[in-house]
């Protein structure tokens, strides 16, 4: 079972399929962030698909209803398999992108920061995912306790996504801790041979997880 996500930070499109391309073998998915879209346009998202794996749009979403439903439409229409979106903005911002399509919720994040106002509402980040059935939501790899406590309270049908694995100072080890995708941004795509680097945290997924 391949549990790589490569977090596609690039802006360059060119650069983004050369990196695609050379790791592919490797991923679960591709997830596409600002950072590509704003330099390379929301085309390539369409161009990526054409690689055969899911395409995560990490917009965090965050809006009322129905601003939430025009970005996901558009979103889809381009090929996405998910959307990202903030579980803050409350169920019914929430619907509104699942009457379009796929969603992943945002429960904590990655960064220092997160620890300020995403942390403290976490349990009921967790109670709406319980109750809404997204695809999977986002937990922090920098953090596997979190990642744990997580898991011990979502739907087993849920799945968990963590970014910060490499560069943030995340490991494969979360996976132990309940994910079921690990997110991998610098480590790879800032790597002289991207292709190289996504095998050996493959490897080192199958040989220690």
């Not at 398999?81 to 579980?87: C, F, L, P, T, V």
């Not at 309270?153 to 968990?160: A, F, Q, T, Y």
């Amino acid at each position: 079972m391949k549990r790589i996500i490569l977090a596609l930070d690039v802006y360059d499109r060119e650069e983004a399929i050369r990196i695609a391309e050379e790791t592919k073998e490797y991923l679960w998915g591709i997830k596409v962030n600002w950072p590509l879209i704003l330099g390379s346009g929301l085309g390539i998202i369409g161009e990526l698909k054409k690689f055969g794996l899911p395409i995560i749009a990490d917009f965090k979403v965050a809006d009322i209803p129905n601003t939430n439903r025009l970005i996901a439409k558009k979103t889809f229409e381009v090929g996405a398999d998910y959307i990202i979106a903030h579980a803050f903005v409350g169920r019914d911002s929430i619907k509104a992108i699942q009457e379009e399509g796929e969603v992943i919720l945002v429960v904590e994040m990655s960064h220092p920061g997160a620890r300020e106002f995403i942390q403290p509402n976490t349990d009921r980040f967790i109670e709406m995912a319980n109750e809404l059935k997204p695809f999977g939501v986002i937990a922090p790899a920098t953090r596997p306790e979190r990642v744990r406590y997580i898991r011990e309270r979502l739907n087993r049908e849920i799945k968990i996504l963590t970014p910060g694995v490499g560069a943030q100072g995340g490991s494969v080890e979360v996976l132990k801790a309940g994910a079921d995708y690990i997110i991998v941004g610098r480590s790879i795509y800032k790597s002289k041979n991207p292709g190289e680097s996504a095998r050996r945290i493959a490897e080192e997924i199958e040989n220690g997880v």
